[in-house]
């Protein structure tokens, strides 16, 4: 045959929608809450374990279920939790929103930059011992990305 397999990826894209706004030292229109779709791109380096699968693409699904149609906030923003309600203060704004509709994120701000380190971030927690290398890949329109690797 002459050939021999030399590495094993598995890949997946799915879109999601979601706000945010960012803190910045200057003037910007991303002070405002907006909100994105967001493309990811995920590819995943490693063997296959015992199921076959280098990874289960079950958890990148859950992944997006997790963050779609919700506002994306940093956990340093957050000044309470009372009663099921997560209270923001950020950029002169206060907002009360339900746990339900907001993803706080262990980052210090909510840039595509720390959306893609979260992102690779929670794929490792769910990774096995035959993962190699994560990459993501957020889009945040199609012209602007992030990108980020972690590597055993």
């Known amino acids: 045959m002459g050939f021999r397999l030399t590495e094993r990826k598995i890949g997946w894209h ?3 929608d979601s706000s945010h706004f960012l803190a910045l030292p200057y003037e910007s229109k991303c002070l405002r809450i907006h ?19 280098i990874f289960d693409f079950n958890h990148l699904s859950n992944l997006i279920k997790l963050l779609d149609h919700r506002i994306l906030v940093s956990e340093e923003w957050v000044i309470e939790r009372k009663n099921g309600l997560v ?28 959306i893609a380190e979260w992102f690779a971030e929670r794929i490792a927690e769910k990774a096995g011992n035959n993962v190699r290398k994560i990459r993501v890949k957020i889009w945040e329109d199609p012209r602007s990305y992030a990108e980020v690797t972690l590597e055993r």
């Open 14 to 16: 799915k879109d999601f």
């Open 87 to 114: 209270v923001i203060e950020k950029n002169g704004k206060r907002l009360e929103l339900p746990e339900n509709e907001a993803v706080v994120l262990d980052k210090p701000n909510v840039t595509a930059e720390y």
């Open 35 to 53: 909100g994105h779709t967001y493309n990811v791109d995920v590819e995943i380096w490693g063997d296959v374990n015992e199921s076959g699968m």
